[in-house]
């Protein structure tokens, strides 16, 4: 009797499942595992053999927190403003720069995204010296007769400083997606429409910017969760102040969970609301912005 073996298709089956297991091992015992035991310890108090249930008295907290109304108001003002300017942004120079007439335009690129390599802390401290009251921002700002700002001491300005750091680290990161998406569209639809007498104005809004929404859409959702679990910025730019003004939440958590009385209750209650935010967020974008059939 002849004995069954594996058919080429199971052998390839087999192959792909040996080496996605290790590293959907690895997702699991290190995401999956600790967001599960996150959700539980949300609805928990007390630590260690103190532990006890405690229903959703952490998540009733959350809505009487003063800190955690300013640092959703915090993380919510830099989504709002910062993620805009930025896609848009990205997505203008992503155009510029996909164009043939352009001399130079690798050492262009290239300028524009090394911001994304430079590491967290040195490009905050480059931002630190250049908003301090004797950094080159107020010394250009009184030399043109306008009055000098204190911008880490304003809540006001501090918040626009993480947003010009925010804004000057990730519009090259965006732009890098919107090149490789122009690459791919066939250059002669813009002739068509060229010949058709579309201005680039038109040529940019009705075709570009169509063909790219998938692009669009991704870097969308990709910013979203970036700016909803903003961290560094927080941290190493502001320092959260003046006081807590520019704290986010994410800063709010680490706060209360390594640097405060541990309170790792209700910080990972705080976790899970950032968790559900995301992806509701996430979610509505792929509804509005993914009209595919």
């Not at 249930?53 to 989504?79: H, M, S």
């Not at 732009?175 to 068509?192: H, K, P, R, T, W």
């Not at 169509?210 to 909803?228: D, E, H, N, Q, V």
């Not at 680490?254 to 640097?259: A, G, L, M, R």
Request: hydrophobic content about 50%; proline content about 4%.
């Amino acid at each position: 009797m002849k004995k069954k073996g594996l058919n080429m298709e199971q052998k390839r089956s087999l192959t792909g499942w040996a080496f996605l297991l290790p590293a959907a091992l690895l997702i699991f015992v290190f995401c999956f595992y600790p967001m599960v035991q996150a959700l539980i310890l949300s609805f928990q108090k007390g630590t260690g053999s103190a532990v006890q249930p405690a229903g959703f008295a952490n998540y009733v907290r959350i809505l009487k927190d003063a800190t955690f109304q300013q640092c959703l108001f915090n993380t919510i003002f830099y989504f709002v403003i910062q993620v805009p300017i930025m896609l848009i942004l990205a997505l203008i120079l992503a155009q510029l720069l996909n164009s043939p007439d352009i001399k130079g335009k690798g050492i262009y690129r290239t300028m524009i995204f090394l911001p994304c390599a430079t590491s967290l802390v040195s490009y905050s401290m480059i931002f630190k010296s250049l908003f301090a009251n004797d950094g080159l921002v107020n010394r250009v700002l009184s030399t043109v007769g306008i009055p000098t700002v204190d911008w880490f001491q304003n809540a006001w300005a501090a918040r626009w400083v993480i947003v010009i750091a925010l804004v000057w680290r990730w519009t090259g990161y965006n732009m890098v997606f919107y090149l490789a998406g122009l690459q791919n569209i066939d250059y002669s639809i813009y002739e068509a429409a060229r010949i058709d007498g579309a201005s680039p104005l038109q040529q940019f809004v009705h075709l570009t910017i169509p063909l790219l929404k998938p692009t669009i859409l991704l870097t969308a959702i990709m910013s979203t969760s970036g700016t909803l679990q903003l961290f560094d910025e927080s941290v190493n730019l502001t320092a959260g102040g003046p006081g807590k003004a520019t704290m986010t939440l994410t800063h709010y958590i680490y706060n209360i969970s390594f640097v405060e009385t541990p309170k790792f209750n209700y910080a990972a209650a705080l976790s899970v609301f950032i968790l559900v935010v995301v992806a509701v967020l996430s979610a509505i974008q792929m509804k509005v912005g993914d009209k595919r059939d």
